[in-house]
């Protein structure tokens, strides 16, 4: 007989929280145009949060992608000592082995190595420093993209060959086909003298990198520096995603005394930037979701306002309060989802076709988004961050201001809430 009763009792249960959602239904539609307002309203701020997350998201992954293809790579391998001193003689030795070690690690895509030494240039009587940057063309070409910057000529094919910048070649008023002497200290000591032919002039759109960058082939910097198998950094190629593993990996793999680091430890400016940028769009959603709950309190106060006779009645024939505050939540959770579906029913389909098509950012400020690693469009990325964040605010903020409003049902009287309706 207990069991029985115990059954009979968990089924009415049920019936009465699905009596209390369909009155809670029903009370919705009671006043359509306030109902439709405050669902417009929430659709509206989840689907700009939404939209702008996305984007965010996207421009992010951009930039991530275009600054460590474009010269740095998604993960740097130095003497550690190198990085905090960068003194011409803290190589890392045996580089054949070092590299093919690497290139052996899971994840890795492509990797190579660099010689980096600061020296003198000269064309006719014009004198400036520059960098000198030792590389492979072929392996440079499977890890960045720098060489696809290259304004007029061609790459370097021979010893004897280099790149330069183009506020180099301006400010040596060199061209290409002209002659550049190269004057640096080699590692164990003398004078490394080097006699190169200028057949290409890159435009990076970043000035400090073509006033002051040269490229020429690695063999013939290491013999004229007299470095043998010697290199400063490895630059490795992975996906932004993996870089991390690679990273671990890598540590517990190479010997002692060389640092692995990630992109945001190469390039942190980068890093802070998104931090920087995503912390002032988390103020700007968080001022938008809080206007639209501003508006959820004050549709809920009206509409415990305009009910108390009906909740007064309800208290009268023996319904608790807090069935009837359930009442009241559920008909917010029913809002909340009005509105939602409405955004995500708008939002998504769009935001799969950006994802293709993306948005041009316009001539005028092409320029400028090469500064940023930023391509001439932006697509966004759909992701749980950007889908569900909004959401999720916005259901909260939907509970706490029914639940707010609804408080004084608690301290409702019977008799008193039915005069004060009448």
Request: charged content about 20%; proline content about 2%.
């Amino acid at each position: 007989m207990a069991e029985i009763a115990a059954t009979a009792s968990k089924r009415d249960v049920g019936r009465g929280r699905g009596l209390v959602a369909a009155i809670a239904w029903r009370s919705l539609w009671r006043n359509r145009r306030r109902t439709w307002l405050t669902a417009g309203g929430i659709a509206f701020g989840v689907s700009l949060v939404v939209f702008s997350m996305a984007f965010q998201a996207g421009s992010y992954g951009d930039m991530i992608y275009n600054a460590t293809s474009f010269l740095t790579g998604q993960v740097q391998i130095q003497r550690a000592d190198y990085i905090e001193l960068s003194r011409f003689e803290q190589t890392i030795g045996d580089a054949t082995e070092t590299l093919r070690r690497v290139e052996q690690q899971a994840g890795v895509l492509s990797a190579t190595a660099r010689v980096e030494a600061f020296a003198l240039v000269s064309v006719d009587e014009r004198s400036f420093g520059a960098q000198v940057l030792g590389v492979d063309v072929e392996r440079e070409r499977q890890v960045v993209n720098f060489f696809d910057r290259l304004s007029r000529g061609r790459v370097m094919a021979g010893p004897d060959e280099t790149v330069i910048g183009s506020g180099l070649a301006r400010n040596l008023n060199a061209d290409l086909g002209d002659e550049i002497v190269v004057l640096g200290s080699a590692k164990r000591g003398g004078v490394a003298a080097m006699v190169l032919d200028i057949v290409g002039i890159f435009d990076s759109g970043i000035s400090e990198l073509d006033r002051s960058l040269l490229f020429v082939p690695i063999a013939a910097v290491q013999n004229e520096f007299g470095l043998g198998d010697e290199v400063h950094t490895i630059v490795v190629r992975t996906q932004v995603d993996d870089s991390r593993a690679v990273v671990e990996a890598l540590g517990h793999q190479l010997p002692e005394g060389l640092s692995v680091r990630n992109w945001d430890e190469v390039l942190p400016e980068i890093r802070q930037g998104i931090d920087v940028d995503r912390l002032g769009g988390m103020f700007m959603y968080a001022i938008v979701l809080m206007i639209i709950t501003f508006s959820i309190v004050n549709t809920f106060t009206m509409t415990v306002f305009e009910r108390l006779r009906e909740f007064s009645m309800l208290k009268a024939v023996g319904m608790r309060p807090g069935k009837i505050v359930l009442m009241v939540q559920i008909e917010a959770l029913l809002l909340w989802a009005i509105g939602v579906g409405i955004a995500m029913g708008l939002m998504v389909p769009l935001l799969a076709w950006l994802q293709s098509s993306g948005i041009y950012l316009g001539e005028a400020i092409v320029e400028l988004a090469k500064q940023y690693y930023i391509t001439d469009r932006i697509y966004p990325a759909l992701g749980p961050a950007s889908l569900l964040a909004a959401p999720a605010v916005m259901l909260a903020a939907t509970q706490i201001a029914a639940f707010a409003s609804s408080l004084r049902i608690y301290w409702l009287r019977a008799a008193a809430g039915v005069r004060a309706a009448e």
